[in-house]
């Protein structure tokens, strides 16, 4: 997937919630490729565009379960958290 | 595994700058037309798409650049943007710039190039097996006080079969070959005669072939010889197919079995420096030839010429062999009472043999030279410092800017790392040059003194030097940095205000320390001169301006050691004869003389009795037999104190003659008439004739031994000097000589051509060299020192200008002024100079041993270098001095008031 792909993938599975800004894009994926979660290449998009693409390598994806999980722990706490105020007006 | 996929990226970013800059933009140029042709898709017009895809994205350069320190690049682009920053200001201040690479170059230089003599020497591993565990072993002779005799052989195999605390030992003894080349003339080669132990116990390996067998080494043997490498090179251009053939030395054929390498020498110029007597030795050099130790000299407890080495066995140290061997030689003084009373052992570490004289000197130096590299640190520190103020301005215009501490600390650090950088260029070709100089002028006792040069290692040394300099300074100006406040460095007071006045007296402790160092070193120098100078005016006792020498040695083959004949051995009696005739018609020769040993050689030593006072001289010291023509005396200007000269009345067959010298004659006939006392040695006594002066055989710094001269018809030698006076220059003469030999013998190696004052020169070498190098060392501490203190004068004044400027409006004179500012820097040498006093009192320990004649504490170098150095701080502020007297006031104050 290129770069413009993710930023239009992203708005789309957030409904339009989150918007990313190119400016954050390039070099947050610049670092991941130095990490080594990722690597890109150049390749013709259907339009004949050149392009260049993103995948992730199985370091990446072992990255990305640690990131999950790590996210789901936190986003869990802030939530328990959350449901428990009682002016969210959800059950107690 | 994400390590190098990091290291990776950020190489391939390193190298391929360009191409990804140019990737990214494309990247992101397809980023905006993807977003605009989704927006014309929406219904928005293609000019208005594409501009808010722009927006949308932000400006391109700014991700570009973002993305860019994304991938690692920041520090490289800002480690060459310092560099281009350091370059620009070290070319700005081209006099500060070269004053510090020379500074640092000098004291890097010294540095590396004292180091690669301490390194070759000192640090390299000793070419045997484990060489810590090997002992000399020596014979001591309580009557004459000896401490370090070779043995005897039957001596040699008590100790070997009895002692315990040694595993093995080997005896060995130097020798001289004429080596007969397969043309032009015989050459004389250093040979070494050693038992077959010699190699296993030392852990020595051929080259090519075998070492002897315990066969060779038995009197009778095969005539077998061991080649050493330098010779094998040389002469036989390294041929493996040398091994079976045959040379010819001291006109004798000899198998070659084996080749050694040229490590195999190791320390043996030192054993035998070390030695009370030895065998004839050509020190220093290569051993070229090894011979088995087979035959002579092995009957007789009476005769000493054996080295001994041993290897302490497991378990056992220095002290227990020390005991042990002490032991057997007590229960052998009982057992040979005709020879052995009064004998004992001495055992001493390899170690300290071979390197116990030099390690002192080296010592010294290595002091020295790294106090060289302080002075010029400090030095260059301090200019860093002076020009650090100067930068204030310029370093609070980048803090304003935002240029973190960090940054800062960075630029500052390339910029001293390049500075050092450059002196250490300038100081490794400073050491280059300056070991190719000093090769000439080494020491000859200096262990491997040959294989000294630059290499990797000391290149290695050098570098860490370097760096390690390098990051000391890149320390100084970011401490400063620390201090400076923006607010006031803008508006111009950063210079003269506000922590100006701590650098001050930071700089002026550095410069007390420098000149304390300096006067420290300088101190030293002049103590080790005064030696040196004393040494030189010693009188030897005979006439060295105009004599010139060539040594020679007769081979056995055609001049035999025959005894039953001795001492009418016509083949000898004839040699001497003819070239005493041929020499004497040397055009300029005003006197000529044979003799067994030039009076700058040792010689040998013999016990020896007076006839009638037997009892009592048996606790006699040894006398030195000196073998002479009777031209002798007259050619080395000896005075004769009573009775008469040997001359021609004394003959081969006559009364046996010898006369003694002052030395002699006071140790042995206090209060006696010699004249006419009868003393024996070597079986003979002999009727004394007459008593001379006193001549330094054991060198310049040491007193002449009690000794004898016999005349040469009467005593005739396989080996000899001619010695020949000349009316002048006696340099020319030198080839004269060497054909005088050749003409009555043509086939005699002949070698030790020199004028004696050479010889003389030769042998206060270690002396020069060490005197020459650390004056050199002080010299360029001192001169550093006074950059120093002239740097932080004119400072200081720089900084009081505004001060001196008021003064002089308010009526101070230029003299008054000068007094002022030279009273500041006077205060600094006096410090300096007191505790560079103090300092040379406590390290003057260190030169005890290389003293000659003046005292660790002579008051006179004492009371002159302060003076010296004072005076050169005095010219050193009388500059700046005179610069702020002629100040015009108006200037002063204007310039001061600030833009």
Redesign the interface.
């Known amino acids: 997937m ?3 792909g993710i930023t ?1 993938r992203i708005e789309q599975l957030s409904s339009q919630a989150l918007q990313v ?3 954050t894009l ?3 994926l ?2 991941m ?4 979660w990722i690597r890109s290449e ?1 390749r013709i998009t259907e339009n004949n ?4 693409y993103y995948e992730l390598t199985p ?1 990446g994806r072992r990255q990305l379960v640690v990131e999950r999980a790590a996210w789901e722990r936190s986003s869990g706490a802030v939530n328990g958290i959350l449901r428990w105020a009682p002016e969210a007006g959800g059950a107690r | 595994m994400s390590f190098l996929s990091d290291l990776r990226a950020r190489l391939g970013s390193l190298f391929g700058r360009a191409r990804a800059d140019r990737e990214l933009n494309e990247e992101l140029r397809f980023h905006v037309a993807m977003q605009a042709e989704a927006l014309e898709r929406e219904g928005v017009p293609p000019e208005e798409a594409r501009r808010r895809a722009l927006i949308a994205l932000g400006r391109i350069a700014q991700t570009e650049e973002e993305t860019r320190d994304a991938r690692g690049l920041r520090w490289l682009e800002d480690l060459i943007r310092d560099l281009r920053h350091a370059r620009r200001q070290l070319f700005r201040t081209p006099g500060f710039t070269l004053t510090g690479i020379l500074t640092l170059g000098l004291g890097i230089g010294a540095t590396t190039a004292i180091f690669s003599v301490v390194d070759q020497v000192l640090l390299r591993r000793v070419p045997f097996e484990d060489p810590s565990r090997l002992v000399m072993v020596w014979e001591t002779d309580r009557r004459s006080g000896t401490s370090h005799e070779p043995s005897a052989w039957p001596d040699f195999v008590d100790f070997r079969a009895r002692a315990t605390t040694l595993s093995g030992m080997a005896t060995f003894r130097g020798g001289v070959g004429n080596l007969t080349p397969l043309e032009g003339p015989p050459v004389r080669v250093a040979a070494m005669l050693v038992s077959h132990e010699y190699f296993p116990l030392l852990g020595v390996k051929p080259l090519l072939g075998r070492v002897f067998d315990a066969e060779e080494d038995q009197p009778g043997g095969t005539q077998v010889v061991l080649l050493g490498e330098t010779l094998w090179r040389a002469r036989y251009a390294a041929d493996p197919e040398v091994i079976g053939r045959t040379v010819r030395i001291n006109e004798n054929d000899f198998q070659v079995i084996g080749v050694l390498p040229a490590s195999a020498d190791f320390g043996l110029d030192q054993i035998h420096e070390r030695a009370d007597y030895h065998a004839q030795y050509l020190a220093p050099g290569r051993i070229e030839v090894w011979l088995p130790g087979s035959g002579s000299q092995r009957d007789s407890r009476q005769t000493h010429p054996f080295l001994q080495i041993g290897r302490l066995a497991p378990g056992a140290d220095l002290a227990a062999a020390a005991e042990e061997l002490g032991r057997i030689a007590g229960d052998l003084e009982a057992e040979y009472p005709n020879s052995n009373t009064a004998r004992g052992a001495n055992v001493e570490s390899l170690d300290a043999v071979v390197f116990g004289p030099v390690r002192p000197v080296l010592l010294l130096l290595v002091v020295a030279v790294a106090l060289v590299l302080v002075v010029a640190c400090v030095n260059v520190a301090n200019l860093l410092l002076a020009r650090g103020a100067t930068r204030a301005t310029e370093i609070a215009v980048r803090s304003a800017l935002g240029a973190g501490g960090r940054r800062l600390g960075r630029q500052f650090l390339v910029e001293a790392l390049l500075l050092a950088g450059l002196g250490g260029v300038v100081g490794v070709g400073l050491a280059w040059g300056g070991l190719r100089a000093l090769a000439g002028m080494l020491p000859a006792d200096l262990p491997r003194a040959d294989q000294i040069g630059l290499d990797l290692s000391v290149l290695g040394m050098s570098l860490v030097v370097t760096l390690v300099v390098g990051i000391v300074f890149g320390w100084v100006p970011t401490l400063q940095a620390r201090r400076v406040d923006p607010m006031n460095a803008i508006r111009g007071e950063g210079g003269s205000k506000g922590g100006g006045r701590s650098r001050t007296r930071l700089r002026e402790m550095l410069v007390v320390a420098e000149l304390a160092l300096s006067v420290a070193l300088v101190l030293s120098a002049g103590l080790l001169v005064r030696s040196l100078w004393t040494v030189l005016r010693v009188d030897p006792g005979f006439e060295v301006e105009r004599v010139v020498k060539a040594e020679y040695q007769l081979p056995q083959s055609r001049y035999p050691r025959d005894f039953s004949r001795w001492p009418a051995i016509d083949e000898i009696q004839s040699f001497n004869r003819q070239l005493l005739d041929e020499a004497a018609r040397i055009p300029g020769a005003a006197s000529v003389a044979l003799a067994g040993a030039h009076p700058l050689d040792r010689g040998f030593t013999n016990s020896f009795v007076v006839v009638g006072r037997e009892a009592e001289s048996e606790n006699w010291p040894e006398l030195a037999l000196r073998v002479v023509s009777p031209g002798y005396f007259e050619t080395m200007g000896l005075t004769l104190t009573e009775g008469r000269l040997i001359d021609g009345r004394d003959r081969v067959d006559g009364v046996p003659v010898a006369m003694i010298n002052e030395a002699a004659r006071r140790r042995f006939f206090e209060d006696r008439e010699p004249v006419g006392q009868q003393i024996r040695f070597w079986g003979t006594s002999r009727e004394v004739i007459g008593v001379v002066s006193d001549e330094r055989f054991y060198g310049v710094t040491e007193e002449a031994p009690p000794a004898t001269y016999v005349p040469l018809v009467q005593a005739p030698m396989q080996g000899g000097v001619l010695l020949v006076r000349m009316g002048a220059d006696p340099r020319p003469a030198g080839p004269l000589l060497r054909d005088a030999i050749r003409a009555i013998d043509p086939e005699l190696a002949v070698y030790g051509v020199e004028p004696l004052a050479e010889t003389l020169r030769a042998s206060v070498a270690e002396r020069r060299f060490t005197a020459l190098l650390i004056g050199l060392f002080a010299a360029i501490t001192v001169l550093l020192a006074l950059v120093g203190i002239h740097g932080v004068i004119s400072y200081a004044t720089a900084q009081r200008s505004q001060e001196i400027g008021l003064r002089v409006a308010l009526g101070a004179t230029g003299g008054q002024v000068t007094g002022m500012v030279m009273r500041s820097g006077l205060v600094l040498a006096v410090v300096g100079t007191g505790l560079g006093l103090i300092g040379a009192m406590i390290g003057s320990a260190l030169l005890r041993g290389l003293l000659f004649g003046v005292g660790r504490f002579d008051p006179l170098t004492y009371l002159a270098v302060p003076v010296i150095v004072l005076g050169a701080t005095a010219l050193a502020t009388l500059l700046p001095a005179l610069r702020a007297s002629r100040a015009e006031p108006v200037e002063v104050l204007r310039g001061a008031a600030g833009p």
């Open positions: 290129h770069g413009w239009q800004n190119q400016g390039y070099p947050a610049e670092r490729k130095r990490k080594g150049w565009r050149r392009a260049r370091a």
